[in-house]
Nanobody, 123 residues
Framework: QVQLVESGGGLVQPGGSLRLSCAVV????????MGWYRQAPGKERELVAV???????NYTDSVKGRFNISRDNAKNTVFLQMTSLKTEETAVYYC?????????????????WGQGTQVTVSS
C-alpha cells in the first residue's frame, strides 16, 4: 500500500515563505515525475510545479522565480519551497507522484495523490 504524506502547510503573511514536503510511504519500485498542484476555493486544480526523475523542473508562470521544487530520491520525498507568497495563492496544495510497481514480473505505473495541505496567505 503506497501513501503520500504531506506536511508543511499553514498560515503565513503575504510576502512570507513556506516549505511543503511530501513523502512516499510504502513499497514502491521506482518513482518517475513528482509534482505539486493547488486548488483554490471555487477554482479548478492547477499544476504548480513538476520535477522529473532526472531532476528537470517546470513551473507555472505565476510562480517562476519564487517557488522551487526539489526531491530527495533516497527518501522518496519531494519539496516545494515557496517564497514571496501572495494572498491569491491561498489554496489546498496536493502532491502528485507517478510511481512504478513491480510485482510478479509485471511493471505497473500508478498516479498517487496526497491528501492535501492547506496554505493560507493572509495578514
Amino acid at each position: 500500500q503506497v501513501q503520500l504524506v504531506e506536511s508543511g502547510g499553514g498560515l503565513v503573511q503575504p510576502g512570507g515563505s513556506l516549505r511543503l514536503s511530501c513523502a512516499v510511504v510504502g513499497s514502491i519500485f521506482g518513482i518517475n515525475a513528482m509534482g505539486w498542484y493547488r486548488q483554490a476555493p471555487g477554482k479548478e486544480r492547477e499544476l504548480v510545479a513538476v520535477i522529473t526523475s532526472g531532476s528537470s523542473t517546470n513551473y507555472t508562470d505565476s510562480v517562476k522565480g519564487r517557488f522551487n521544487i526539489s526531491r530527495d530520491n533516497a527518501k522518496n520525498t519531494v519539496f516545494l519551497q515557496m517564497t514571496s507568497l501572495k494572498t491569491e495563492e491561498t489554496a489546498v496544495y496536493y502532491c502528485d507522484v507517478e510511481g512504478v510497481t513491480y510485482e510478479l514480473e509485471v511493471v505497473r505505473i500508478y498516479d498517487y495523490w496526497g491528501q492535501g495541505t492547506q496554505v493560507t496567505v493572509s495578514s
